[in-house]
């Protein structure tokens, strides 16, 4: 007879892992989830990052299910969690053609994010917690969490950090790196960005 395991034992298990085996990992997730950190774009709970990793392992969890969540990810969702979604669509009315998009690779997945810093688009309050529990990159049999945000999970980016171009006043082949630079909305979204995250003051 098959023993069913609790949602959140395996979400708790996934936690316990990844502080013993990739505590860097762990810190910098707590980290960028945090309201302190205000140079960190993206999505954030309420909390500064002490708190963060503690009230993350206090929560109940239940197996969530999202087109933008990957195998060999899987999903969880946490109830009544209130954070600030802080990542909006290309396409949302806010988003002026002219608004600034800076091309981010924090992470250095070799893909660039789109991050604004325009103090007129603002995230949206959320109440639910999303976490992604997947195989370990040290050890295939171990459970471990790749990330954990307010709101549901948007699909990665498909931009590529570095694109070659031909340069007729050489007559080369030239690499460039996006990481850093910075277009319009307009022209991020024939690039091919869908999703924006805010960069703003964090309370």
């Known amino acids: 007879m098959e023993i069913s395991v609790h949602p959140t034992d395996i979400v708790r298990q996934a ?3 990844t502080i013993e085996t990739m505590p860097t990992h ?3 997730l707590c980290a960028s989830r945090s309201k302190g950190n205000a140079k960190q774009a993206g999505s954030y709970f309420h909390f500064d990052e002490k708190r963060v990793g503690g009230f993350i392992q206090e929560l109940e969890w239940e197996h969530y299910t999202h087109s933008s969540i990957k195998e060999p990810a899987t999903g969880f969702i946490a109830r009544s969690v ?4 802080n990542v909006v669509s290309i396409q ?3 988003m002026v053609p002219s608004t600034k998009i800076i091309f981010e690779d924090p992470k250095s997945t070799g893909k660039v994010e789109g991050v604004t810093e325009d103090p007129d688009i603002v995230g949206i309050r959320t109440e639910f917690a999303v ?3 997947g195989p370990s990159p040290l050890n295939n049999e171990q459970n471990v969490v790749y990330t954990f945000h307010p709101g549901d999970p948007i699909p990665p980016s498909t931009v590529e950090r570095y ?3 031909f340069n007729p006043d ?3 082949f030239e ?5 850093g630079t910075s277009t319009t909305a307009i022209m991020a979204k024939e690039m091919g960005v869908q999703w924006v995250k805010v960069r703003s003051l964090r309370n």
Not at 82 to 85: A, E, R, S, V
Not at 175 to 179: G, L, P
């Open 15 to 17: 936690i316990k892992n």
């Open 26 to 28: 762990w810190q910098e």
């Open 82 to 85: 209130f954070g600030t979604m």
């Open 92 to 94: 949302d009315r806010c």
């Open 131 to 133: 976490l992604l529990v």
């Open 163 to 165: 694109f070659e171009f």
């Open 170 to 172: 050489t007559s080369r």
């Open 175 to 179: 690499r460039v790196d996006r990481h």
